[in-house]
């Protein structure tokens, strides 16, 4: 079983940042084999993809309305997975959760995603 458990969260003004983290953790876990993203869920909404990268980190992938904003990293010494997020918006506002998956297919979806995180609120202030 993985276990990811996320941080960073809080209340910034718009244009402000901040960073989230995803540390990672479980029995004969290898980080190193799994991809790892972010999604995110306002209320009302559902939970939607917001970025990913590879098990290596050399892949990144980012929704149109993160690109330029937000930058998805990873320490695999640490097993830990990151998003930067600069420039930040009101419409941003939503819980962010951290996701991996040993998969090399689909992951605009959540249900292409094993693992999930429980969450951490990023609220933006106008």
């Known amino acids: 079983q993985v276990q990811l458990v996320e941080s960073g969260g809080g209340l910034v003004p718009a244009v402000g940042s901040l960073r989230l983290s995803c540390v990672a953790s479980g029995l004969n876990f290898n980080f190193n084999y799994y991809r790892m993203g972010w999604f995110r869920q306002a209320p009302g909404k559902e939970r939607e993809y917001v970025a990913h990268l590879s098990g290596g980190g050399s892949a990144t992938y980012y929704v149109d309305f993160v690109k330029g904003r937000f930058t998805i990293s990873r320490d695999n010494a640490k097993n830990t997975a990151y998003l930067q997020m600069n420039s930040l918006k009101p419409e941003d506002t939503a819980v962010y959760y951290c996701?991996?998956?040993?998969?090399?297919?689909?992951?605009?979806?959540?249900?292409?995603?094993?693992?999930w995180g429980q969450g951490t609120q990023v609220t933006v202030s106008s």
């Open positions: 996701t991996a998956d040993r998969s090399d297919g689909d992951s605009r979806g959540a249900r292409f995603w094993d693992h």
